[in-house]
């Protein structure tokens, strides 16, 4: 089974700064799926980005981009000019390509806090 | 609009007993699932169901029994609870078989047994 590590249990921020959120995954696969959600307070779970593993590209969403690393199974999620309602858990997932029922392979989770 | 709906969203209730948590999805999708959120905020798979049938059923214990009448529900019903199944409970849809559909997640439910 694919491990996702999330090595950083908490993170800090300023608003209007930058943070780099980590994430390594361990899998034997060359296609699969990764993504990150955010889970605020609400605890709703909100997709911020996916990346798939095939494209070279880094995906990017706003103020929300990825440094994807694939020969070093590492897939880092950068928030730009963080706002005050990023803060929450973010969470790093993996996904089959090709079996597993397509379910999502969840890291530990980073918890941002972003102060004034 | 709510895409995924569940019921309850907050579950108390004593050791011992049955109960169950329903999933609804007006998204059209053809694949639900179950995840659990433990007290550390790990969530892990639970079941997987595409078309109304069974494709993942992780170690999860058998008095957790998925019900799936049509494609747009996905029950669970659980029994003789226990101390340890307190946690979240997310139910989640997705369509088709291709990994980079978005899975839409419902509000949750946090079980709490006493």
């Known amino acids: 089974a694919q491990t996702v590590t999330q090595s950083q249990p908490e993170m800090s921020v300023q608003e209007a700064e930058t943070v780099t959120l980590s994430c390594t995954y361990d899998?034997?696969?060359?296609?699969?799926?990764l993504f990150w959600y955010k889970q605020p307070p609400s605890r709703q779970m909100i997709l911020v980005i996916r990346?798939?593993?095939?494209?070279?590209q880094n995906a990017t969403e706003n103020r929300f981009s990825v440094n994807f690393q694939k020969a070093a199974k590492s897939f880092s999620l950068k928030i730009s000019d963080s706002q005050l309602g990023d803060a929450a858990m973010y969470f790093c997932?993996?996904?089959?390509?090709?079996?597993?029922?397509?379910?999502?392979?969840f890291g530990k989770g980073t918890s941002l806090l972003v102060t004034p | 609009d709510t895409a995924v709906s569940q019921t309850p969203k907050y579950l108390v209730t004593q050791m011992g007993n049955d109960k169950s948590i329903k999933c609804e999805q007006n998204?059209?999708?053809?694949?639900m699932y179950w995840y659990k959120q433990d007290s550390k905020k790990f969530l892990k798979i639970m079941f997987s169901?595409?078309?109304?049938?069974?494709?993942i059923n992780e170690t999860v214990p058998n008095r957790f029994s998925p019900k799936s009448p049509d494609k747009a529900h996905l029950n669970l019903h659980i029994n003789s609870l226990e101390l340890g199944d307190s946690a979240v409970y997310f139910c989640?849809?997705?369509?088709?078989?291709?990994?980079?559909?978005?899975?839409?997640f419902g509000p949750g439910t946090r079980l709490t047994v006493t």
């Open positions: 998204l059209g999708h053809d694949t």
């Open positions: 169901y595409n078309n109304k049938e069974l494709i």
């Open positions: 997932a993996y996904r089959s390509f090709s079996n597993s029922g397509y379910a999502l392979n």
């Open positions: 899998t034997s696969e060359s296609d699969y799926y």
């Open positions: 989640a849809s997705s369509q088709g078989q291709t990994s980079s559909n978005e899975q839409y």
């Open positions: 990346q798939e593993a095939y494209k070279q």
